[in-house]
């Protein structure tokens, strides 16, 4: 999937026949969670704190999706790979990039989580060629993520 | 009303207003948990710890075991507050009813 994939006629209303439960208005308990990320992936352990929380609330049963903006986009681009560069020390094996792991995260949560992206974010950055697992998401459609999750939690900051 | 306040961000002075706002809302009679994790756990394990203020208040302060770990400090942590878990934490971003806040 690239950004684009998902252009429709009317792509700031369009319903995506595969989110949730079905298309038609969104309610708030198509989902349990909506996480908002947005910032700097690596500015702090931020990040990789919502990230584990995410997979603890998809592993709980919960239906969480996750809504990347600005600089956080660049979690999932297909550039990173499947591993990080291995440890300095050697004693460990690679780690799963960012991208792999929300491709895995995905993949394992049985439909119980999505990846959305921002395409405005995206695109401003240059960072369209997302994994197969990212919806990527014109910026308007975003307050219906808001409404058809029964919370939302923003972490981070532009 | 309840509310799940998350601090993350590096210790005092960046988190004061996140123990400032769990003090106010728990003596406005609200139902406040405050979840320290990330760098802000530094917070719990300074001396004196501003935990034992905010619990007098009423506020529950959690301590992510996770973050603690991380930096080291999970024993300290463990003295002035209640360390918690993933599962714990994933229960309480479900709590629909659970007003979250995380800066």
Do not use: N
């Not at chain 2, 075991?65 to 080291?72: F, P």
């Amino acid at each position: 999937m690239t950004a684009g994939h998902l252009a429709p006629a009317a792509p700031d209303l369009a319903v995506d026949a595969t989110a949730g439960p079905g298309p038609g208005t969104p309610t708030p308990t198509d989902w349990d969670l909506l996480v908002v990320l947005m910032g700097a992936p690596y500015a702090d352990d931020g990040v990789s704190t919502a990230l584990r929380w995410v997979e603890s609330v998809a592993r709980a049963g919960g239906r969480v999706q996750v809504w990347t903006c600005g600089y956080a986009t660049l979690l999932t681009q297909r550039a990173l790979g499947e591993s990080k560069p291995r440890d300095v020390l050697g004693t460990t094996s690679p780690p799963l990039s960012s991208a792999a792991w929300v491709d895995s995260l995905i993949a394992s949560s049985s439909g119980r989580a999505r990846w959305l992206s921002c395409r405005y974010c995206s695109e401003e950055r240059g960072a369209t060629d997302h994994v197969d697992a990212v919806r990527v998401r014109p910026a308007t459609a975003f307050h219906r993520h808001v409404r058809e999750s029964a919370k939302t939690v923003v972490a981070g900051v532009i | 009303m309840r509310w799940l306040l998350i601090a993350s961000r590096p210790a005092a002075p960046h988190t004061r207003a996140s123990w400032q706002d769990a003090q106010d809302l728990a003596r406005g009679g609200d139902e406040v948990t405050l979840l320290l994790t990330d760098a802000a756990v530094a917070d719990a394990v300074v001396e004196p710890s501003p935990v034992p203020a905010l619990a007098a208040d009423g506020v529950r302060v959690l301590i992510d075991d996770t973050a603690a770990a991380r930096r080291g400090v999970r024993s300290q942590a463990a003295r002035v507050g209640r360390l918690t878990r993933d599962d714990e934490i994933a229960a309480l971003l479900l709590d629909v009813d659970l007003r979250t806040v995380w800066r």
